[in-house]
């Protein structure tokens, strides 16, 4: 997105009541990638590129498709459309319905190309009958080259147009050649500070004669063949893609995608295939789909496709968090495990770039690019800049050192991946204070500071599973260069994690509220108890399982760690937040993210319902049930029953799940969704939760079905 493109948003939607201006909003349509670009097809059929983050590569900013009887276009997001994936694939076809005639488009990413088939039926639905040899195909796109939208250039080719500035070099290219080519500077300053929006493209301008060559947009007319025309575009580095070698890529593509199986054939090899034996498949399908989506070729994720690069109103989605991507790489690992999903190399690039990316005080950086591991804009980097840890997020290691222990656990082997974890647990014993808590520091939601019990819980789970699967980690493997203290560690340090574990499982009492019958958000930086219910204190659920799992100790393997009085306290913990957090309406129904939380409201009074909480909300039900069944209590049914519902609704065909599959970060109340879309850390939730009720609890299965 260009400012140019931030501010003609802006005119259109300022007081919209679920709209916030100068945003590129992903809510409807769907994406299409899974092996290196990301461009979103809109419901109306407009092309963008959103892979920057995970390429390097900035590509379309803007298109518009259209039909052309001659020089009468009827542009293609304006009539009735219909949409929807091939499959279980990433090409999207879409049906738009003209005056002209009925077109269908296939559109698929493969690697750095993109191809949109086009094929025009001009005697269906009692349309006027043309001829299609006196139609075309008219192509408004605006690349931008390096993130530049000015001083670019274009190279005219008799099959092919190329737009750059510097390293990146954008081509379009036709199976069936260019009737027409031109080119149009972006939108003037007079323009720019006019009211009104600028519609564009525009007619030709004679009078502007640098307009053909010194811009980043070209329209152009691509005749039909036999009722098809196909055009596709390439984003390439100049440095390891000569232009022959584009033009090549892009011949062969038209060449070997030439009918809609060999584009679903070869934009089904983006994503996992998933076994016809898997449970809740239409679920699973879309989860995987969304994951690989969001992932680079390095194995990290972005959170989001990045919706608002200006950071007109959030602080961006385009990068990798520790926190989301760890808690994904462990959920992913989890169904995989108990799904057999096929997932090995997913696990291996986690764990790679996890070691790759770790600082040398043990911790992870707030954000970076998933491309490459480099450090990204943010806001927490206080460990990096020799600050006090206040602006620091704790949880986001203690979720690398989560996921690491059981991804070696599982058989993942990878180079310095148990240095790693020795430097990591010398890192988080540094931030764990005296009384066994973590230190003051920002929560998960990155908007505020103090003693989190969610930060809290990710520590409890990461020297859990160090207790579990560290028993032959060295802590001689820390070298000098760590500015780590070897001698701050003893020889065994699976019993050292144990004991760190049974400080935090002890020190967690300090954050009990017995008049509100759950455990508080936090402690403040001041000293005070913020009892109001958090979403994410539901992750004490799944933190506690993987403590209980060390057994009552002196040999009592049989009897878990939780003790009885713990077990009560979880369990009206998270009946407590689950019930206090539910917020439903005639459109929507799940859980909000906390109390008194005023973000991205617009209009609407009272807190957002989120997807994440809702399905963290599921995710602890069956955690805890778990618990519960181990020991035979018989409140387990009662928490299966209440991750069901809370599953149901952000499973295909609830209120919070999206006729795409996707699941958007938030809801307003009369149903619209808003923000980041798809968001891939409750995808990753969904599709572990799923598993674990399949897995672990289908004895209480029909009796949910039977009581429902």
Not at 64 to 76: K, P
Not at 141 to 152: E, H, K, S, V
Not at 293 to 300: I, K, M, N, R, V
Not at 572 to 584: A, F, I, N, P, Q
Request: aromatic share 8%; charged share 30%; with cysteine.
């Amino acid at each position: 997105m260009q400012l140019r493109d931030a501010l003609d948003d802006y005119k259109r939607n300022t007081g919209h009541a679920t709209r916030f201006p100068a945003e590129r909003r992903t809510v409807t349509g769907r994406f299409s990638g899974g092996d290196g670009r990301l461009v979103h097809v809109d419901a109306g059929g407009e092309l963008r590129d959103f892979g920057y983050p995970l390429t390097g590569l900035t590509g379309l900013v803007r298109s518009r498709v259209g039909l052309a009887v001659g020089d009468e276009v009827t542009w293609l997001d304006e009539v009735a459309t219909e949409q929807r994936y091939v499959g279980e694939t990433t090409l999207i076809e879409t049906v738009h319905r003209t005056d002209r005639g009925r077109v269908t488009r296939y559109d698929a990413t493969i690697g750095d190309a993109h191809i949109t088939r086009a094929a025009i039926d001009v005697g269906d639905d009692g349309h006027a009958n043309v001829d299609p040899d006196d139609l075309s195909l008219v192509v408004y796109a605006r690349f931008a080259p390096d993130g530049r939208d000015d001083r670019l250039g274009q190279l005219r080719y008799d099959d092919a147009v190329e737009v750059y500035h510097d390293d990146e070099h954008d081509f379009l290219a036709s199976d069936t050649g260019f009737s027409d080519l031109r080119g149009q500077l972006p939108a003037t300053f007079a323009e720019l500070l006019d009211d009104a929006p600028t519609d564009l493209p525009r007619d030709r301008d004679g009078d502007r004669y640098e307009e053909e060559r010194l811009s980043g947009e070209v329209i152009a007319d691509v005749p039909f063949e036999n009722g098809v025309a196909t055009v596709g575009t390439l984003l390439t580095d100049r440095e390891e893609t000569t232009r022959g070698a584009a033009r090549d890529r892009l011949a062969e593509l038209f060449d070997e995608l030439d009918d809609p199986d060999a584009l679903a054939a070869a934009a089904g090899e983006t994503t996992p295939p998933v076994p016809d034996s898997v449970p809740a498949r239409e679920s699973i399908v879309a989860d995987l789909r969304v994951l690989s989506l969001l992932s680079a070729e390095s194995g990290l994720r972005i959170a989001g496709p990045d919706f608002d690069p200006f950071y007109a109103t959030s602080g961006g989605y385009g990068y990798t968090w520790f926190r989301d991507d760890a808690e994904i790489s462990t959920f992913a690992l989890d169904a995989d495990d108990r799904l057999g999903l096929g997932l090995d190399d997913w696990h291996a690039r986690s764990a790679e770039m996890y070691v790759a990316t770790q600082r040398p005080d043990g911790s992870w950086p707030h954000r970076v690019w998933p491309r490459n591991g480099a450090l990204a804009p943010g806001w927490a980097n206080a460990r990096i800049e020799d600050g006090p840890d206040v602006d620091y997020q704790a949880d986001q290691t203690g979720s690398v050192i989560a996921y690491l222990a059981q991804a070696r656990a599982a058989g993942v082997d990878v180079p310095d991946l148990d240095r790693t974890l020795v430097a990591a647990l010398a890192g988080l014993d540094e931030t764990l204070a005296a009384d066994g808590r973590p230190v003051v520091c920002q929560n998960a939601w990155e908007d505020s500071a103090g003693r989190f019990a969610h930060t809290t819980a990710t520590f409890l789970e990461a020297y859990s599973e160090l207790a579990l699967h560290g028993e032959t980690l060295d802590a001689d493997s820390l070298d000098a260069a760590s500015g780590l203290d070897r001698t701050a560690l003893p020889d065994d340090l699976a019993a050292h994690a144990r004991d760190q574990a049974t400080r935090v499982y002890d020190a967690l009492d300090d954050l009990w509220v017995p008049e509100r019958g759950c455990y508080a958000l936090r402690e403040t930086p001041e000293g005070a108890i913020d009892d109001r219910l958090d979403s994410s204190t539901l992750s004490l659920a799944s933190a506690h399982r993987s403590f209980d799992a060390l057994g009552g100790g002196d040999g009592a393997e049989e009897a878990g760690a939780v003790d009885d009085e713990r077990l009560d306290r979880l369990v009206s913990h998270v009946e407590t937040v689950v019930d206090g957090l539910t917020h439903e309406t005639d459109d929507i129904a799940g859980l909000i993210r906390y109390e008194g939380d005023g973000w991205r409201r617009a209009g609407q009074r009272s807190e957002k319902v989120w997807t994440v909480s809702t399905a963290w909300g599921a995710n602890a039900c069956a955690e805890l049930a778990v618990l519960l069944a181990d020991r035979g209590d018989p409140r387990a049914a009662e928490m299966v029953e209440r991750a069901r519902e809370l599953l149901a609704q952000v499973s295909p065909g609830g209120t919070l799940c999206e006729p795409t599959s996707y699941l958007p970060e938030q809801f307003f109340d009369d149903g619209t969704p808003d923000s980041a879309t798809p968001l891939g850390w409750p995808h990753a939730i969904r599709l572990a939760t799923v598993a674990l009720l399949e897995d672990e609890l289908p004895q209480f299965a029909d009796r949910v079905a039977a009581d429902d």
